[in-house]
């Protein structure tokens, strides 16, 4: 089975949109519900610029322990 890569690009702007794009792949990459509404929790602590941040590293880790990079190859 092809594994997903993660990423938010095409993802509704929308801070819950993005927040629940992210925690669906936290679940579908094995994560638990208490580690995804930590992110969530995380998330909303914060403006929309540490949301999006948060994210993208979030979403970077799951690529990076899928064997996925950003690095052109």
């Not at 095409?10 to 580690?35: I, L, P, T």
């Not at 998330?43 to 949301?51: C, K, V, W």
């Amino acid at each position: 089975m092809a594994t997903k890569e993660y990423t938010l690009v095409g993802v509704d702007g929308n801070a819950f949109s993005v927040m629940g794009y992210v925690k669906k792949a936290m679940r579908q990459s094995g994560m638990s519900k208490e580690e995804a509404n930590k992110y969530q929790n995380d998330a909303m602590r914060g403006n929309y610029d540490q949301l999006i941040c948060l994210s993208m590293k979030i979403l970077d880790a799951l690529n990076n322990e899928n064997g996925l990079t950003d690095d052109g190859e």
